[in-house]
């Protein structure tokens, strides 16, 4: 192996330099944009719920008016211009982005806690996957006492002319919904096999 000249060294110095550079501009250009990422997401996280609403007074209002539609009471409105003046306190002049509900009572908490942030940008977003879990109408099932089976034949027909039988029996299962005891009978049933 014939020995490195001067320039041989000079041009390997010079490629060392050279990628040592790469790396660092590569890691300063990787920091700034990890930087510019955690600049871009929130210092802060508040969950709020509605305020009072209509069904926290009296729960048989699901039984008429649908979920979606329950309004706040004079009270649940109070007390979201509350928590809006405290959220305010919290965040200052801060950057404010809300995502609330399609209910009609997270609106009008949302527009009342808005109220605190009259002169201020707010980003606002509905999120239809925030809600409370639909439960339907079901408070307005009266609980339903056993008896005898309305349908005491073994076989059924459905909606397309097949034949259902009944496979298992009946259960009856007792469950306590938001304070309410409602019974739920299941019967199981299966099309039978055609042969």
Request: no cysteine; aromatic share 6%.
């Amino acid at each position: 192996m014939a020995a490195a000249g001067p320039l041989e060294d000079k041009l390997g110095w010079l490629e060392d330099t050279l990628g040592w550079l790469e790396d660092k501009l590569y890691f300063q250009l990787a920091k700034r944009r990890y930087d510019e990422q955690l600049a871009k997401r929130p210092r802060r996280i508040i969950l709020v719920r509605h305020g009072q609403s209509q069904g926290n007074v009296d729960d048989k209002v699901y039984a008429t008016v649908p979920d979606s539609q329950i309004a706040l009471t004079e009270r649940g409105f109070a007390q979201a211009v509350v928590a809006g003046l405290q959220i305010r306190s919290l965040v200052g002049n801060g950057t404010v982005r809300v995502f609330y509900s399609p209910y009609l009572r997270t609106k009008q908490t949302m527009l009342a806690i808005l109220q605190a942030f009259d002169s201020q940008r707010v980003l606002l977003s509905s999120e239809p996957r925030l809600r409370e879990q639909d439960f339907a109408l079901a408070l307005a099932l009266a609980p339903v006492e056993p008896g005898p089976n309305p349908d005491p034949s073994p076989n059924h027909v459905d909606a397309e002319g097949g034949a259902l039988e009944e496979e298992g029996g009946e259960e009856d299962d007792e469950h306590h919904l938001l304070g309410v005891r409602v019974r739920v009978r299941v019967r199981v049933r299966v099309r039978a096999g055609v042969g």
